[in-house]
T-cell receptor
Framework: DVKVTQSSRYLVKRTGEKVFLECVQD?????MFWYRQDPGLGLRLIYF???????EKGDIPEGYSVSREKKERFSLILESASTNQTSMYLC??????????FGSGTRLTVV | QQQVKQSPQSLIVQKGGISIINCAYE??????FPWYQQFPGKGPALLIA?????SEKKEGRFTISFNKSAKQFSLHIMDSQPGDSATYFC???????????FGRGTSLIVHP
């Protein structure tokens, strides 16, 4: 089974800082995704990538960018963190037929 | 635009009871309907999924019921246990796609 690892479980950053959230998968999958999870709003897709150096905007890309230099690694970048980006961030890849395997998440607090 | 409406937002059930979570969808192009289970501090994990050519799928205590004409599907957890306490997400995926449209989630608490 594929394993998705997010490097940080908890992060606290200051407003205006540049923030990097890292995600690594171990099965050489092409597709990788970044979601944010907020109470009452569910899972919202920020960006996804279907290959190295390829990226597509999801439903809420504003304020975020991504980087995929290697197939196993997909980074989410907050160029200038704001308090409304305080959230749980989840990375995922495709596993099996059409299911996702998620990482354990990074809970980001912007103060 | 919420294409998958999930209810209730929260649910409290006694141990041994039946938990029922409902979802309704609008997109008739959906052809795969997964459910995810998320424990606190963990990412969601695929629990069970159904295709619209069947009306029911059962795996252990978990059953999906699917009503294509009504564009509704539901998750039933029989003999609910405290270990089932989690957040549950339904989703729909269009044919040829791999990106789910998620419902907003249901927080289930099963009291011992």
């Amino acid at each position: 089974d594929v394993k998705v690892t997010q490097s940080s479980r908890y992060l606290v950053k200051r407003t205006g800082e540049k923030v990097f959230l890292e995600c690594v998968q171990d099965m050489d999958h092409e597709n990788m995704f970044w979601y944010r999870q907020d109470p009452g709003l569910g899972l919202r897709l920020i960006y996804f990538s279907y290959d190295v150096k390829m990226k597509e905007k999801g439903d809420i890309p504003e304020g975020y960018s991504v980087s995929r230099e290697k197939k196993e690694r997909f980074s989410l970048i907050l160029e200038s963190a704001s308090t409304n980006q305080t959230s749980m961030y989840l990375c995922a890849t495709i596993s099996g037929t059409r299911g996702y395997t998620f990482g354990s998440g990074t809970r980001l607090t912007v103060v | 635009q919420q294409q998958v409406k999930q209810s209730p937002q929260s649910l409290i059930v006694q141990k041994g009871g039946i938990s029922i979570i409902n979802c309704a969808y609008e997109n008739t192009a959906f052809d795969y309907f997964p459910w995810y289970q998320q424990f606190p501090g963990k990412g969601p994990a695929l629990l069970i999924a159904i295709r619209p050519d069947v009306s029911e799928k059962k795996e252990g205590r978990f059953t999906i019921s699917f009503n294509k004409s009504a564009k509704q599907f539901s998750l039933h957890i029989m003999d609910s246990q405290p270990g089932d306490s989690a957040t549950y997400f339904c989703a729909g995926i269009s044919g040829g796609s791999y990106i789910p449209t998620f419902g907003r989630g249901t927080s289930l608490i099963v009291h011992p």
